[in-house]
């Protein structure tokens, strides 16, 4: 076994013993199985420059620990007439980006693993650990000392039949083996790798796969890095992905590139696919018209289940889903909708509208994502059809694409926790989202020193009063988040009635009331037991009592108020009510210990 590293640069000698250069790249060529040894390249320096020449690898002898030895004679060796072909290891793969077609991921190759049968040497792998590079600079020995010291540094050898080259000089390396296995990766895997490379191998790598394959790939890309690609696409390349994807997808992709480069896609667009995808442009994103594809299956309500098959038929590749088929009057609007059960069921001469289920549960074009998405976990549907204020049919939701809601709002829920938006992208994004939550933080220590400075000449010992405040705070600020958690889960988005909010509002209090209750019984009763003072005890506990339910009534309140109000206050919200919760349950608590501590000695 052999690693390229080691035989770069290793002697070339002629069969007299004599220096003919140094090994400089070796050829291979690739076929059905592993890559085979088809050429090596010895270089050496005359006047200070370099040359090289290419021999065939049957001219090789032997390839020894210290020296490769040739079969011919040093001037044969250089008047080699042979051709550069293949592969070359050193050339087209050391250093280069590949594709770990096991991991479904870009790595870099730092070494070459080369094994040796009937005089051929066989690339088996590539090197793309810490160790391989340390092996190449000549501190394999360093990498030795510190796996003695327990820092180790374990080769990475990824199986030759689980990488694809991705940056060849060579035009006919595009083929058989690697364009398949790529061709045979799922189009998220796919997205996984596009997003690590660079710009060229980009292109390049969308130009291996066909037109649908590239489509699906792309519409997996991460919404930010989707421009970035299409950036390194020219224009007519991109259009052409844009009409194979659903209509959807390709109007996601164009809501985020600049408004003159989208409208010339869609110029360049076929009209029909340009028209639908100008049409899902102009609904709000977080609407469900924002979310709908307008490819699905719908039929007369005078059809047969026969004449439904048969259209099924001719137009189900062209359709989204074939979960249901909708229904529909001769002005397009929705009437009912059968699943495909009750159509195979049905005897063939029926028609479509006396088996239909006519209650049919369908959502606005202008309804919020997220009500969407509870109306489709509700009554557990696998897509919803969409009309408008006339009822007429516009398109459908499928379930995958509210499962991507979903986690948005998720994600945007615990923004609005935890004070700071939780995807960040970039330092100045970062900095641009965190500073405001920062800002409210330093504002309310400043508040806070000011509530206790309000204290400072009352007759009360604040040191001993501080031991229990760690106690205080945590306990007001937990109870403040979940109530705001559970309230905040409870809305989803969505405006809430009066009615509404006053259940919420019940339960949840009823709950905090409780809690708050345990607390100041514990609690008081750990500062009785600690201080062996009633008074501080009942300071405690009173607080613990009025703090904690009203950390609860603030948290329920102030997502609810902000709901009301357009412009929310986004991803500083729980700042602010944090805020106000330390500050009124500080007040309580050093306004109870006024009251009951004064001029008591300990």
């Known amino acids: 076994m052999y690693f390229f590293s080691e035989l770069q640069d290793r002697k070339v000698l002629d069969k007299h013993g004599r220096l003919v250069g140094k090994v400089h790249d070796i050829g291979v060529r ?24 290419t021999v065939p690898w049957e001219w090789v002898q032997s390839v020894g620990p210290e020296v490769v030895t040739l079969s011919r004679q040093r001037e044969e060796v250089w008047r080699s007439e042979f051709p550069p072909g293949g592969l070359l290891l050193g050339k087209n793969l050391l250093d280069r980006q590949i594709v770990d077609l096991h991991g479904n991921k870009v790595v870099r190759v730092n070494d070459l693993r080369l094994a040796e049968f009937d005089s051929q040497l066989r690339l088996t792998g590539v090197d793309v650990s810490l160790r391989a590079l340390l092996r190449r600079l000549g501190m394999e020995r360093l990498a030795r000392i510190a796996g003695n010291l327990g820092l180790d540094f374990p080769e990475r050898t990824i199986p030759w039949n689980f990488v694809a080259p991705l940056d060849m000089d060579r035009a006919d390396l595009r083929l058989t083996l690697t364009q398949t296995q790529l061709s045979e990766l799922h189009p998220t895997d796919l997205a996984d790798i596009i997003e690590q490379l660079d710009p060229p191998q980009r292109e390049r790598l969308l130009d291996r796969l066909d037109a649908l394959t590239a489509a699906q790939s792309l519409s997996e890309v991460e919404p930010d890095m989707q421009a970035e690609v299409i950036e390194g696409l020219t224009e007519t390349k991109v259009s052409n992905l844009l009409e194979v994807m659903p209509p959807d997808e390709a109007a996601d992709i164009l809501s985020n590139l600049p408004r003159d480069k989208a409208e010339r896609l869609l110029n360049i667009m076929g009209v029909r696919e340009a028209e ?83 209650d049919v549960i369908s959502v606005n074009v202008s309804d919020d994502q997220e009500a969407v998405a509870e109306t489709m976990i509700r009554y557990n549907f696998l897509a919803l059809p969409v009309v408008d204020d006339d009822n007429h049919l516009k398109g459908i939701i499928t379930v995958d694409d509210m499962i991507d809601v979903l986690r ?21 994004t970062s900095l641009r989202t965190r500073f405001p939550s920062l800002l409210v933080t330093l504002l309310g220590g400043c508040l806070a020193a000011l509530v206790i400075m309000v204290f400072e000449g ?29 309230v905040l889960e409870y809305i989803g988005g969505r405006e809430i009635s009066v009615k509404e909010i006053a259940a919420i509002t019940w339960r949840e209090l009823r709950v905090v009331l409780i809690i708050s209750c345990g607390l100041a019984g514990l609690g008081g009763l750990s500062a009785f037991l600690w201080e062996g003072h009633l008074r501080m005890g009942l300071t405690l506990g009173l607080s613990l009592l009025l703090s904690v339910f009203l950390g609860g009534v603030i948290g329920i309140g102030f997502p609810l108020a902000i709901n009301r109000i357009r ?8 700042r602010f009510s944090t805020l106000l919760i330390v500050l009124v349950s500080l007040a309580i608590y050093l306004g109870l210990a006024s009251a009951l501590l004064s001029g008591v000695s300990f």
């Open 567 to 574: 412009g929310e206050l986004r991803f500083t919200q729980a």
């Open 276 to 358: 639908i995808i100008r049409e899902l442009l102009g609904y709000e994103e977080d609407t469900a018209g924002g979310k709908m594809t307008p490819e699905f299956l719908a039929v007369p309500s005078h059809y047969t289940a026969d004449q439904c098959i048969q259209y099924l038929r001719d137009n189900a590749p062209d359709a989204e889903t074939l979960y249901y088929v909708y229904v529909i009057d001769d002005e397009g609007r929705l009437k009912g909708v059968v699943s495909m059960r009750d159509l195979l069921t049905s005897p063939p001469e029926a028609k479509v509208e006396d088996f239909m289920c006519r």
């Open 408 to 428: 948005e709002e998720t994600m945007e829920d615990l923004s609005h926790l935890g004070g700071l938006e939780v995807e960040e992208t970039g330092v100045a």
């Open 30 to 53: 690739l076929g059905a199985g592993l890559p085979q040894s088809e050429s090596l390249v010895v270089a050496r320096y005359r006047r200070g420059r370099r040359e090289t020449v």
């Open 458 to 486: 009352k007759a009360i010992d604040l040191v001993l009063l501080s031991f229990f405040l760690p106690l205080l705070l945590r306990a007001v600020q937990d109870i403040g988040l979940i109530s705001q958690a559970v």
